[in-house]
């Protein structure tokens, strides 16, 4: 089956940097487009990164400069390198990955979700 495993979260100080994984199994990984999530008590999941199939990486405007996603399609793994955090970026993060086929079926896939703390 397929399972998408976080992992790195943890408490860090302003300022601090964290660096979150995801490795992937049961999905042909190279294909799918990955994306981080996160979602802070009371609102809503955002999508705070996401790197395509072909290497393509979009941001939320408040995390540019400062967070970098990437991808390792050897290791089936993709990673969100968090650099400057702020007390804002507190939230559970979440990986995600998604295929649509050229029939257009959709394979929507989610982790079960690392907490990142930023706190003094």
């Known amino acids: 089956q397929v399972q998408l495993v976080e992992s790195g979260g943890g408490l860090v100080q302003p300022g601090g940097s964290l660096r979150l994984s995801c490795a992937a199994s049961?999905?042909?990984?190279?294909?799918?487009?990955m994306g981080w999530y996160r979602q802070a008590p009371g609102n809503q999941r955002e999508l705070v990164a996401q790197i395509s199939s072909g290497g393509t990486t979009n941001y939320v405007e408040s995390v540019k400069g400062r967070f970098t996603i990437s991808r390792d399609n050897a290791k089936n793994t993709v990673y969100l390198q968090m650099n400057s955090l702020q007390p804002e970026d507190t939230a559970a993060y979440y990986c995600?990955?998604?295929?649509?086929?050229?029939?257009?079926?959709?394979?929507?896939?989610w982790g079960q979700g690392t907490q990142v703390t930023v706190s003094s």
């Open positions: 049961g999905i042909t990984f190279s294909i799918y487009d």
């Open positions: 995600n990955a998604y295929y649509r086929s050229r029939l257009s079926t959709a394979y929507d896939y």
